[in-house]
């Protein structure tokens, strides 16, 4: 059976003759055109970015090489005893554009739990840190500093090869992947359990089983197959979204993994971004404790009107490209739907009264391009309901899963030699002395 990184070295050249011949033969075709409404609008919807895993459609959702959530959930090996598909299933698929076997992507799982304890400064460092600092700028203090053990530093520092770099890249990713349950949960245990032991890393374990080990929620069946699927769907979202953008951005001027990684972390930190999740669930609990839990599509109209007007953005709602629902909100609501308990649970009962008033308030009010849920509207409210109450932690979980994206494109992007990014910026006077002419 093929490993990961023979699969690599042959997809590897085919790509590489891919972008020769559109270099080659298309390096001038035009494929849009820079508005000013781009250069002040966040560049939304400008095409300016080469990104290999996935592509976002927008009324479809996302295709992680092609396949949509419904495809990738049917064909995408599952742990043992589990139904959901696995982190490294979904790494693989990013990383190769091919399915993995049960046995690939078993034996991706066995690899990052053999690398998955963390260096002991690592720890300590972690365990020196106040209980009081966010979990996700303890995880982006911890990532950054697992880069003292980077491969493709130690070799560049010695002067390897272009054409070596993906390689080095591609150990660093699996390394980094690899210790992120370890980094994170031990940021949930000083954080919210100070003083309980951490569970060692179980090799028979895949990495979301482990993780999940970690945090203490091991013997939770449910919400562990919860976290596969949460974690395999969050892992990527085309390039443009601000998190994997920035780890784009910073790899490019040839920082290890650990360091790109890191600063992605900082993005996704962003209430708009990835902290929206804690959002969401401090909002719908401030709803429930307003006006209680057995609540009338009038009073939760009510109060969506009042964070309107309040100047406040609904938290889950909209989306930079998405003009539907979401289908990894999708995806994530037919598993609470299939599942009696979280079907009867008060918060996600919520949850899905919120979802069937929010669009046409949002559309009465006019302001945002898309009424409906984006994936964070619901991520949270199984993790509370299961006692993972904590939703300071939340985006950390998010964390974890962007990684499989952000780490794939950082191949993708040292095995295609792309240069370093450097977009042009204009000020005001010369965008409309640019205008004039
Ligand atoms: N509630 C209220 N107003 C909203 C809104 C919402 N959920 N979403 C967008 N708007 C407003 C914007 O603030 C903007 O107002 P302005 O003209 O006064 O500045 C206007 O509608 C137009 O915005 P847009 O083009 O529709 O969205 P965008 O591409 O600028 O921003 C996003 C996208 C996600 C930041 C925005 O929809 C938002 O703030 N949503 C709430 C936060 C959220 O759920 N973020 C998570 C996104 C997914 C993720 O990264 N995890």
């Given at each position: 059976?093929q490993?990961?990184?023979?699969?690599?070295k042959?997809?590897i050249?085919?790509?590489?003759e891919?972008l020769?011949?559109?270099?080659?033969?298309?390096?001038?075709?035009v494929v849009?055109?820079v508005?000013?409404?781009?250069i002040?609008?966040?560049?939304?919807?400008l095409?300016a970015?080469?990104?290999?895993?996935?592509?976002?459609?927008?009324n479809e959702?996302?295709?992680?090489?092609?396949l949509s959530?419904?495809d990738?959930?049917k064909?995408?090996?599952?742990?043992?005893g589990g139904?959901e598909?696995t982190?490294e299933?979904?790494l693989?698929?990013?990383m190769?554009?091919?399915?993995?076997?049960?046995?690939?992507s078993r034996?991706?799982?066995?690899?990052l739990?053999?690398?998955g304890?963390?260096p002991?400064?690592?720890e300590?460092?972690?365990?020196s840190?106040?209980a009081?600092?966010?979990?996700?700028?303890q995880?982006?203090?911890?990532?950054?500093?697992?880069?003292?053990?980077s491969?493709?530093?130690?070799?560049?520092?010695?002067?390897?090869?272009k054409?070596?770099y993906w390689?080095y890249?591609?150990?660093?990713?699996?390394d980094?992947?690899?210790?992120l349950?370890?980094?994170?949960a031990?940021?949930?245990?000083n954080v919210?359990?100070?003083?309980?032991?951490?569970?060692?890393?179980?090799?028979n374990l895949?990495l979301?089983?482990?993780?999940?080990?970690l945090?203490?929620?091991?013997?939770?069946?449910?919400?562990?197959e919860?976290?596969r699927?949460y974690?395999?769907?969050?892992g990527?979202?085309?390039?443009g979204?601000?998190?994997?953008?920035?780890s784009h951005?910073?790899g490019?001027?040839?920082s290890?993994?650990?360091l790109?990684y890191?600063?992605?972390?900082?993005?996704?930190?962003?209430?708009?971004?990835?902290?929206a999740?804690?959002e969401?669930?401090?909002w719908?609990?401030a709803?429930?404790?307003?006006?209680?839990?057995?609540?009338s599509?009038?009073?939760?109209?009510?109060?969506l009107?009042?964070?309107?007007?309040?100047?406040?953005?609904?938290?889950?709602y909209?989306h930079?490209?998405?003009?539907?629902?979401?289908?990894?909100f999708?995806?994530?609501?037919?598993f609470?739907?299939?599942i009696?308990e979280?079907?009867?649970?008060?918060?996600?009962?919520l949850?899905?009264?919120t979802f069937?008033?929010?669009p046409?308030?949002?559309k009465?009010?006019g302001?945002?391009k898309?009424p409906?849920?984006?994936?964070d509207?619901?991520?949270g409210?199984?993790?509370?309901?299961?006692?993972?109450t904590e939703?300071?932690y939340?985006t950390v979980i998010?964390?974890?899963?962007?990684a499989?994206g952000a780490?794939?494109q950082l191949?993708?992007a040292r095995?295609?030699?792309?240069?370093?990014e450097?977009?042009k910026?204009?000020?005001?006077?010369?965008?409309?002395g640019?205008?004039?002419n």
């Open positions: 059976t490993s990961l990184r023979e699969t690599l042959e997809v050249p085919r790509k590489q891919q020769k011949k559109l270099k080659l033969e298309h390096s001038q075709a849009g055109e508005k000013v409404e781009h002040l609008g966040g560049m939304r919807g095409k970015m080469l990104w290999e895993a996935s592509v976002l459609d927008p959702g996302i295709r992680f090489h092609g959530i419904p990738c959930q064909v995408l090996p599952s742990a043992p139904k598909m982190a299933s979904m693989w698929l990013l190769t554009g091919q399915v993995p076997t049960v046995e690939q034996e991706l799982s066995r690899e739990a053999e690398k304890d963390l002991a400064f690592v300590e460092l972690l365990d840190l106040p009081n600092l966010h979990p996700m700028t995880l982006g203090i911890g990532v950054a500093a697992l880069n003292r053990d491969k493709f530093q130690a070799a560049y520092e010695k002067g390897m090869k054409s070596e390689t890249t591609l150990e660093d990713c699996i980094l992947v690899a210790k349950p370890a980094l994170a031990r940021i949930y245990r919210y359990k100070p003083g309980t032991d951490l569970a060692p890393i179980d090799k895949d979301v089983g482990n993780y999940s080990n945090l203490g929620f091991g013997n939770n069946q449910t919400l562990t919860y976290l699927l974690i395999a769907l969050h990527d979202h085309e390039g979204n601000a998190s994997a953008h920035t951005l910073v490019s001027t040839l290890d993994p650990y790109s890191s600063a992605a972390l900082y993005a996704l930190a962003g209430p708009l971004h990835g902290l999740n804690q969401v669930l401090r719908q609990l709803m429930q404790e307003e006006i209680g839990t057995n609540v599509h009038d009073d939760i109209k009510a109060y009107w009042r964070t309107l007007k309040g100047g406040q953005v609904v938290p889950g909209g930079g490209v998405l003009r539907k629902p979401d289908p990894r999708i995806a994530l609501q037919e609470c739907q299939s009696p979280l079907k009867q649970s008060s918060i996600i009962q949850v899905n009264k069937e008033v929010a046409d308030v949002l009465e009010h302001k945002t898309n409906y849920p984006n994936v509207a619901t991520s409210c199984v993790l509370y309901h299961y006692g993972l939703f300071k939340y998010f964390g974890v899963s962007r499989l780490v794939t191949v993708w095995a295609l030699g792309l240069p370093i450097r977009p910026s204009y000020s005001m006077d010369a965008l409309e640019l205008i004039k």
